[in-house]
């Protein structure tokens, strides 16, 4: 059974920083593209950043900068950190795995307010 289980997610004020961890089981890690998206209050998932296999990076025009993706095969992990945070980055986030199968964990709200 696959599962990814983000954590990391909470309150921050703007300008603060966050670390989301997604982890993952029942997957060959290492074999999947993955990737953070986030869904705001009303608007669409938008996917934020993704890393390769091979550990390409990409990142949506409004994290450039600001946001890093990264991934420990070793502890089937992948990383979001967060820097410089604003009032628009507030969604929950979600962790995904993509190969020829695609699956989702559950989500982490992030909510940026002073």
């Known amino acids: 059974q696959v599962q990814l289980v983000e954590s990391g997610g909470g309150l921050v004020q703007p300008g603060g920083s966050l670390r989301l961890s997604c982890a993952a089981s029942?997957?060959?890690?290492?074999?999947?593209?993955m990737g953070w998206y986030r869904q705001a209050p009303g608007k669409e998932r938008e996917l934020v950043a993704v890393?390769?296999?091979?550990?390409?990076?990409n990142y949506v025009d409004s994290v450039k900068g600001r946001f890093t993706i990264s991934r420990d095969n070793a502890k089937n992990t992948v990383y979001l950190q967060m820097n410089s945070l604003k009032s628009e980055d507030t969604a929950v986030y979600y962790c995904?795995?993509?190969?020829?199968?695609?699956?989702w964990g559950k989500g982490t709200l992030v909510t940026v307010s002073s």
């Open positions: 029942g997957i060959i890690f290492r074999l999947y593209n």
């Open positions: 995904n795995a993509n190969r020829v199968s695609r699956y």
């Open positions: 890393i390769t296999s091979g550990g390409s990076t």
